[in-house]
């Protein structure tokens, strides 16, 4: 396994980047992660390097894409957003211009979160915009671009959202009946996405998208 890696992780703050960051932290083939924040935040650990940045202009943070690895955690929702042109920002925008970046600085690797069902072509306005972002990663982003799709996240947010704690509860009883081609829209934890991303970084794969039950049997052998 290669040593001295190095990364660079957008959305650290998120239920995903948080269990990414700590792998990575953990993980001894890496020896320096740059966090991209829009806000500082702490972090204990020697091997995190935190940058503020501003989204609107991440041209002016070039350098920071001289690593190995890019990770792209970011993403919101239409409610917290406030608009379909401000989801639009964050969820495609923001990651079609971080690929670019990735690209032009020799980036070995991207790994982004999409989302399952992600299509370009879809009449769902959210997954619509997921296989957007993806068009345009794998178009101008490193040749090593891929996207990890999950299902319905688990895992300890700092918001409560009730309708999501509901989904879960019926996800997690009854999702033993999904089975074939449904088993990729079964739930999965915040932690095993984070643990499939990293393996994926690290091995370079000829398949370019992962559903949640290939996201699962990853993770299985992290």
């Not at 001894?28 to 500082?40: C, G, Q």
């Not at 997690?172 to 393996?199: H, N, P, S």
Request: net charge positive; with cysteine.
């Amino acid at each position: 396994m290669s040593q001295n890696q190095t990364a660079l992780v957008f959305g650290a703050t998120g239920l995903v980047g948080k269990k990414l960051l700590q792998l990575l932290i953990e993980d001894e083939r890496y020896s320096s992660i740059t966090v991209a924040n829009r806000s500082s935040k702490e972090y204990s650990s020697s091997k995190v390097k935190e940058t503020i940045v501003d989204f609107s202009n991440l041209g002016a943070s070039e350098e920071l894409f001289k690593v190995n690895h890019v990770f792209i955690c970011l993403g919101t929702t239409i409610k917290k957003a406030g608009s379909k042109p401000a989801f639009e920002k964050v969820d495609l925008e923001y990651p079609h211009e971080i690929a670019k970046l990735a690209k032009k600085s020799n980036v070995n690797q991207l790994v982004h979160i999409s989302a399952i069902g992600a299509n370009s072509e879809s009449s769902n306005f959210y997954t619509r915009t997921k296989g957007k972002a993806e068009g345009v990663i794998w178009k101008d982003g490193p040749s090593n671009s891929y996207a990890v799709r999950p299902s319905m996240l688990f895992g300890d947010r700092e918001e409560f959202r009730l309708g999501e704690k509901i989904g879960i509860f019926f996800m997690k009883t009854f999702q033993f009946l999904m089975i074939g081609g449904a088993k990729k829209y079964r739930g999965i934890y915040d932690e095993e996405v984070a643990q499939a991303m990293i393996f994926i970084a690290n091995s370079s794969p000829k398949q370019k998208a992962f559903d949640s039950d290939e996201l699962k049997a990853i993770a299985t052998d992290f």
